[in-house]
């Protein structure tokens, strides 16, 4: 774990970073806990922060699984900004598209309550 | 025939280290793989180009049609009118498919880059080799769309039409586009790494040739953008064959998530098109200029500008869809942002002619015409882009005229002039000047007569993809044709000039045109793992005297040994010791 | 080959085409973090549409989470969590050169897979058996604008005449045909994005079986464990996307 953020510094190369079993066990029950407790506040009545709160959840999930299990943790960071550059872009996505096909839904419902119902 | 000193075609090189087609098909070398990607481009040209050609017949006067009732006395007018609607289909789409975007990149790039690099291959080799059957595979696919009946949506395969009442070959269609989608990822993601961990001692990053630098940003944009491509493909084919519901209104569905989803693609795409034109005009101006490039950066971080902005544009394709207005407002101002990287580029090239030693081979007779229609091209861009103006001249022919200048003009004209440019290397041959400017002219005047009149048609407001037309348009459609005709004879004659060249050319020396990148630093053509021993060190790609003229060559030589820095680093050396590279590696 | 035709030097396994193994290795843990990110983009049109239309309906999806059973969906979720963690273990197997370790874990993650695929039949069934399908499908109870010949369905289906019980949600006759067809498209976009990563998952049973048959062939070593390595990586992606998918769609209120 030593040599994760000096990679400029550094010559040497120590090898790949071999991850310890208790880490893994550990992050394991982990996510087997957070995934109780996504179940648990997903039953919860929290006033509109549901979806806030299980994707805070499924995120710090994500994390760890990218962070511990992908190695992220001790790999090259230009693995990691490729990563987190996909997911930026998926945001980039999502708020664009979100953002107009919202915007033209009164008319489709308005199209919508002049048809005939059957 | 007299041979250069360093002309290999006597000797082993990588066309003749291996013999028979099965050496061919199933190869990893790049070069080779490059080469079949090369003529698989020129078959789907012929192919995209015969349809532009009945388009333009069919179109040359109101009246002219080429299923004439006499011809074809079964023939009823609504048949004809689909079997023209099958005929832009197809040329879009192979034309965009199968030629524009794999031509630069996969044919020129796989065979140049590893090469410009030092390297001895990519960094996937077979892989690389699977995108090239799966491009195959993509292909066969499109061709089969005419065993069902012929694919009618045009290339954008716009739900609800597509999902509905098109016929089958809907299916073929869009299973190629995902084929080809991947084919193109592959090759997106072999160049990227091999950019990265390939490069060779003392080449960072500002040392890269443009070439390279437009390769990876293209790259970039296939990674990144290809990937909505295959899962829209995807849903237009379960919502094709099992009406999944997500494009289809009566289902709950929203046709203009498709558009969305198409263009957030497609948009990109155009600069998977342009970006590597760009890299070989960088190329081909630096090198007949003989003079260093202009603005080396700003070159190769416009490169990048315009791969960020490609993906936040998008919604211009959208104006009149139904997108909402602040959509239109936000994408229509970052459209114009565009105009700017692709401007700085122009200058540049212009600056480097400026005061240059400028020789009009062939290479760069195409390379200067390029200046002038991606000028064109660009600058009706930006009328499209405002939104009040794109009210008027959506879905009309300035748009077609538009893009044509683009996409034809500059992508396939930089295509051209690169083979060219990389024929001595790929060959071993020149190929002849007289035809070669005999050619450009032809191309050159063609393309302007046929679409420049397109432009006022356009704004006169003849829309395009129509069958017919009113008569007030005959004038310009007459000479549009006719200027079809000229492009049909000169590529053509490209045609028999390549193979002209390759059969009888005049054997070429290593560096014919004075290129100082690394591809002229090795034989015509190259031996099977491109450099004889270690490849040779790396100066600065656009340092023109670091090369000179030999009269008994008829080519380039290096000026001086070029090991002369003794600040050099000696990666290799230090790699076999075991030392990180991460600064050269990032 | 190419490849074998020219002599080089080093170890085994190292191509021709790179100077030292550190190279290679890097080269295609590079390689495969660029298609991760190619995969991610490949989710994102299924990401976009959900997120498009729950936020504009987001009572019906609220409505039709109902009929999703969160117990087979959590199964599922911690079945993946153990086979994620399972070849990460097996990685550092690999790393360590603890082979019959390696052999076991490997064989753990594709019996979690198939556990996985099992559970998922069962759910896929159930909802073809219910017609819980999406608005086109044949036997779906939402084919709202064809309403005669779906009668017969219609009566076999316990979600067109009951309802949920234990929720207490309405069944989906007492819906409006708008409702309806809304819910369609929960369903459509739950069959596409639980079936695109069915997908990926068959495809990492496939990858990780050939990873095996590497392993049993002893051509793993500690000096070359890339293919474990990428396999992993691959793996834990399928599970990174149902982390996401499990709240997303189970679990709705």
Same mark, same amino acid.
């Given at each position: 774990m030593s040599n994760h953020d000096s990679h400029e510094e550094h010559c040497e190369h120590k090898g790949p970073h071999v991850v310890s079993l208790g880490l893994l066990a550990t992050v394991l029950i982990v996510l087997l806990g957070l995934t109780g407790l996504t179940v648990v506040t997903g039953k919860m009545d929290l006033h509109g922060f549901d979806l806030a709160v299980a994707m805070l959840i499924a995120t710090v999930k994500a994390s760890i699984v990218c962070l511990i299990f992908m190695h992220l943790y001790w790999d090259r960071k230009f693995n990691g900004m490729i990563f987190l550059f996909a997911v930026m872009l998926l945001g980039l996505f999502l708020a664009f598209g979100v953002l107009d096909l919202g915007q033209y839904q009164a008319n489709v419902d308005a199209y919508r309550a002049d048809q005939i119902q059957p | 025939m007299i041979f250069p000193a360093s002309n290999a075609l006597q000797r082993t090189n990588y066309l003749n280290a291996q013999k028979g087609w099965w050496s061919w098909f199933w190869t990893i070398d790049h070069k080779r793989l490059g080469l079949m990607y090369l003529w698989g481009v020129f078959a789907m040209f012929a192919f995209g180009g015969f349809f532009a050609m009945m388009i333009r017949w069919n179109l040359a006067t109101p009246d002219t049609n080429i299923w004439d009732p006499e011809l @074809?006395?079964?023939?009823?007018a609504l048949a004809k009118m689909d079997a023209y609607n099958r005929m832009f289909t197809v040329h879009g789409a192979v034309m965009i498919? &199968?030629? @524009? @975007?794999?031509? @630069?990149?996969?044919?020129l790039g796989n065979f140049v880059l590893p090469i410009m690099l030092g390297a001895k291959d990519v960094a996937f080799p077979r892989l690389n080799r699977f995108s090239f059957h799966l491009w195959i595979l993509g292909a066969i696919c499109f061709i089969l769309t005419f065993t069902v009946g012929g694919l009618d949506t045009g290339w954008t395969f716009y739900p609800t039409y597509s999902t509905g =009442?098109?016929? %089958?070959a809907v299916i073929f269609a869009t299973l190629g586009t995902f084929i080809l989608g991947f084919s193109s990822i592959f090759t997106g993601l072999n160049f990227v790494v091999t950019i990265h961990k390939l490069r060779p001692p003392g080449m960072i990053w500002f040392k890269m040739p443009l070439f390279l630098w437009a390769i990876y940003a293209t790259a970039v944009l296939q990674i990144l953008a290809t990937p909505v491509i295959g899962i829209s493909m995807l849903l237009l084919l379960v919502e094709y064959t099992m009406q999944i519901g997500i494009f289809t209104p009566e289902l709950g569905g929203d046709p203009v998530f498709f558009q969305h989803l198409f263009w957030f693609y497609s948009h990109p795409a155009v600069y998977i098109m342009i970006l590597p034109a760009m890299g070989v005009m960088s190329e081909l101006i630096g090198t007949f200029s003989r003079k260093p490039i202009f603005g080396y950066k700003s070159i190769a971080m416009s490169s990048l500008a315009i791969a960020v902005i490609s993906f936040i544009v998008w919604g211009h394709h959208m104006f &009149?869809?139904?997108?909402?207005p602040l959509m239109s407002t936000i994408f229509s101002f970052l459209t114009f942002a565009v105009a700017i990287p692709s401007a700085i580029k122009v200058f540049n090239w212009v600056c480097t002619l400026y005061k240059g030693s400028i020789s009009f081979a062939t290479p760069m007779l195409y390379a200067l015409s390029i200046i002038w229609l991606f000028g064109v091209g660009g600058l009706t861009g930006l009328f499209l882009s405002t939104m009040g103006v794109d009210i008027h001249l959506h879905d009309t022919y300035f748009v077609v005229a538009h893009f044509h200048f683009v996409m034809v003009g500059s992508a396939i004209f930089a295509f051209i002039g690169g083979i060219y440019y990389w024929m001595p290397k790929m060959y071993g041959r020149m190929a002849s000047e007289k035809l070669g400017r005999i050619t450009w002219a032809l191309n050159f005047i063609g393309f302007n007569l046929t679409f420049l009149p397109q432009f006022v048609a356009g704004t006169k407001g003849m829309p395009r993809r129509y069958f017919d037309y009113d008569p007030e348009f005959a004038v310009y459609n007459w000479w549009s044709s006719i200027g079809a005709a000229f492009i049909l004879v000169g590529m053509v004659l490209t045609l028999i000039a390549v193979i002209q060249a390759i059969t009888r050319g005049r054997p070429a020396p290593a560096n014919p045109w004075g290129g100082v990148t690394l591809e002229w630093m090795t034989e015509s053509p190259p031996p099977e793992h491109n450099f004889e021993g270690d490849p040779p060190e790396v100066g600065d790609p656009y340092d023109v005297s670091l090369v000179e003229y030999k009269n008994e060559l008829d080519g380039f030589v290096p000026? %001086?040994?070029?090991? =002369?820095?003794?600040?050099?680093?000696d990666y290799r050396a230090s790699l076999k010791a075991g030392v990180a590279h991460t600064n050269l590696h990032p | 080959m190419t490849a074998t035709a020219h002599a080089h030097h080093g170890p085994a396994h190292l191509q021709h085409h790179f100077e030292t193994s550190e190279q290679q290795f890097d080269s295609a843990k590079l390689g495969l973090w660029v298609f991760l990110l190619t995969e991610v983009l490949f989710f994102s049109a299924l990401f976009v549409a959900y997120t498009s239309y729950r936020s504009l309906h987001p009572e019906v999806f609220a409505y039709a989470s109902n009929y999703l059973d969160t117990n087979l969906g959590a199964a599922n979720t911690a079945v993946l969590l153990l086979s994620s963690f399972t070849v990460a273990w097996g990685v550092r197997n690999a790393q360590l050169g603890q082979r019959k370790l390696l052999i076991m874990n490997l064989i753990i993650t594709l019996l979690c897979a198939a556990t996985f695929m099992g559970i998922k039949y069962k759910e896929y069934s159930h909802k073809y058996h219910e017609g819980?399908?999406?608005?086109?499908?044949?036997?779906?109870?939402?084919?709202?604008?064809?309403?005669m010949i779906l009668d017969a369905v219609k009566e076999h289906s316990h979600a067109w005449n009951e309802g949920v019980p234990e929720a207490g949600v309405a069944a989906v006759k007492d819906l409006s045909n708008d409702q309806r067809r809304d819910v369609s498209i929960f369903f459509a976009i739950y069959f596409c994005l639980t079936g695109l990563h069915g997908i990926h998952v068959l495809a990492g049973m496939v990858l990780l079986t050939l990873i095996l048959i590497k392993v049993l062939r002893r051509k793993i070593t500690p000096e070359y464990y890339t293919p474990v390595d990428l396999g992993a990586l691959y793996w834990h992606l399928v599970d990174l996307v149902w982390i996401f998918l499990f709240p997303l769609l189970y679990l709705i209120r």
């Amino acid at each position: 774990m030593s040599n994760h953020d000096s990679h400029e510094e550094h010559c040497e190369h120590k090898g790949p970073h071999v991850v310890s079993l208790g880490l893994l066990a550990t992050v394991l029950i982990v996510l087997l806990g957070l995934t109780g407790l996504t179940v648990v506040t997903g039953k919860m009545d929290l006033h509109g922060f549901d979806l806030a709160v299980a994707m805070l959840i499924a995120t710090v999930k994500a994390s760890i699984v990218c962070l511990i299990f992908m190695h992220l943790y001790w790999d090259r960071k230009f693995n990691g900004m490729i990563f987190l550059f996909a997911v930026m872009l998926l945001g980039l996505f999502l708020a664009f598209g979100v953002l107009d096909l919202g915007q033209y839904q009164a008319n489709v419902d308005a199209y919508r309550a002049d048809q005939i119902q059957p | 025939m007299i041979f250069p000193a360093s002309n290999a075609l006597q000797r082993t090189n990588y066309l003749n280290a291996q013999k028979g087609w099965w050496s061919w098909f199933w190869t990893i070398d790049h070069k080779r793989l490059g080469l079949m990607y090369l003529w698989g481009v020129f078959a789907m040209f012929a192919f995209g180009g015969f349809f532009a050609m009945m388009i333009r017949w069919n179109l040359a006067t109101p009246d002219t049609n080429i299923w004439d009732p006499e011809l @074809i006395p079964a023939a009823t007018a609504l048949a004809k009118m689909d079997a023209y609607n099958r005929m832009f289909t197809v040329h879009g789409a192979v034309m965009i498919f &199968l030629v @524009i @975007i794999p031509g @630069i990149p996969a044919a020129l790039g796989n065979f140049v880059l590893p090469i410009m690099l030092g390297a001895k291959d990519v960094a996937f080799p077979r892989l690389n080799r699977f995108s090239f059957h799966l491009w195959i595979l993509g292909a066969i696919c499109f061709i089969l769309t005419f065993t069902v009946g012929g694919l009618d949506t045009g290339w954008t395969f716009y739900p609800t039409y597509s999902t509905g =009442s098109a016929g %089958k070959a809907v299916i073929f269609a869009t299973l190629g586009t995902f084929i080809l989608g991947f084919s193109s990822i592959f090759t997106g993601l072999n160049f990227v790494v091999t950019i990265h961990k390939l490069r060779p001692p003392g080449m960072i990053w500002f040392k890269m040739p443009l070439f390279l630098w437009a390769i990876y940003a293209t790259a970039v944009l296939q990674i990144l953008a290809t990937p909505v491509i295959g899962i829209s493909m995807l849903l237009l084919l379960v919502e094709y064959t099992m009406q999944i519901g997500i494009f289809t209104p009566e289902l709950g569905g929203d046709p203009v998530f498709f558009q969305h989803l198409f263009w957030f693609y497609s948009h990109p795409a155009v600069y998977i098109m342009i970006l590597p034109a760009m890299g070989v005009m960088s190329e081909l101006i630096g090198t007949f200029s003989r003079k260093p490039i202009f603005g080396y950066k700003s070159i190769a971080m416009s490169s990048l500008a315009i791969a960020v902005i490609s993906f936040i544009v998008w919604g211009h394709h959208m104006f &009149l869809s139904g997108q909402s207005p602040l959509m239109s407002t936000i994408f229509s101002f970052l459209t114009f942002a565009v105009a700017i990287p692709s401007a700085i580029k122009v200058f540049n090239w212009v600056c480097t002619l400026y005061k240059g030693s400028i020789s009009f081979a062939t290479p760069m007779l195409y390379a200067l015409s390029i200046i002038w229609l991606f000028g064109v091209g660009g600058l009706t861009g930006l009328f499209l882009s405002t939104m009040g103006v794109d009210i008027h001249l959506h879905d009309t022919y300035f748009v077609v005229a538009h893009f044509h200048f683009v996409m034809v003009g500059s992508a396939i004209f930089a295509f051209i002039g690169g083979i060219y440019y990389w024929m001595p290397k790929m060959y071993g041959r020149m190929a002849s000047e007289k035809l070669g400017r005999i050619t450009w002219a032809l191309n050159f005047i063609g393309f302007n007569l046929t679409f420049l009149p397109q432009f006022v048609a356009g704004t006169k407001g003849m829309p395009r993809r129509y069958f017919d037309y009113d008569p007030e348009f005959a004038v310009y459609n007459w000479w549009s044709s006719i200027g079809a005709a000229f492009i049909l004879v000169g590529m053509v004659l490209t045609l028999i000039a390549v193979i002209q060249a390759i059969t009888r050319g005049r054997p070429a020396p290593a560096n014919p045109w004075g290129g100082v990148t690394l591809e002229w630093m090795t034989e015509s053509p190259p031996p099977e793992h491109n450099f004889e021993g270690d490849p040779p060190e790396v100066g600065d790609p656009y340092d023109v005297s670091l090369v000179e003229y030999k009269n008994e060559l008829d080519g380039f030589v290096p000026a %001086k040994p070029m090991a =002369s820095d003794p600040n050099m680093y000696d990666y290799r050396a230090s790699l076999k010791a075991g030392v990180a590279h991460t600064n050269l590696h990032p | 080959m190419t490849a074998t035709a020219h002599a080089h030097h080093g170890p085994a396994h190292l191509q021709h085409h790179f100077e030292t193994s550190e190279q290679q290795f890097d080269s295609a843990k590079l390689g495969l973090w660029v298609f991760l990110l190619t995969e991610v983009l490949f989710f994102s049109a299924l990401f976009v549409a959900y997120t498009s239309y729950r936020s504009l309906h987001p009572e019906v999806f609220a409505y039709a989470s109902n009929y999703l059973d969160t117990n087979l969906g959590a199964a599922n979720t911690a079945v993946l969590l153990l086979s994620s963690f399972t070849v990460a273990w097996g990685v550092r197997n690999a790393q360590l050169g603890q082979r019959k370790l390696l052999i076991m874990n490997l064989i753990i993650t594709l019996l979690c897979a198939a556990t996985f695929m099992g559970i998922k039949y069962k759910e896929y069934s159930h909802k073809y058996h219910e017609g819980l399908l999406w608005g086109g499908a044949e036997h779906s109870i939402f084919k709202h604008n064809q309403f005669m010949i779906l009668d017969a369905v219609k009566e076999h289906s316990h979600a067109w005449n009951e309802g949920v019980p234990e929720a207490g949600v309405a069944a989906v006759k007492d819906l409006s045909n708008d409702q309806r067809r809304d819910v369609s498209i929960f369903f459509a976009i739950y069959f596409c994005l639980t079936g695109l990563h069915g997908i990926h998952v068959l495809a990492g049973m496939v990858l990780l079986t050939l990873i095996l048959i590497k392993v049993l062939r002893r051509k793993i070593t500690p000096e070359y464990y890339t293919p474990v390595d990428l396999g992993a990586l691959y793996w834990h992606l399928v599970d990174l996307v149902w982390i996401f998918l499990f709240p997303l769609l189970y679990l709705i209120r």
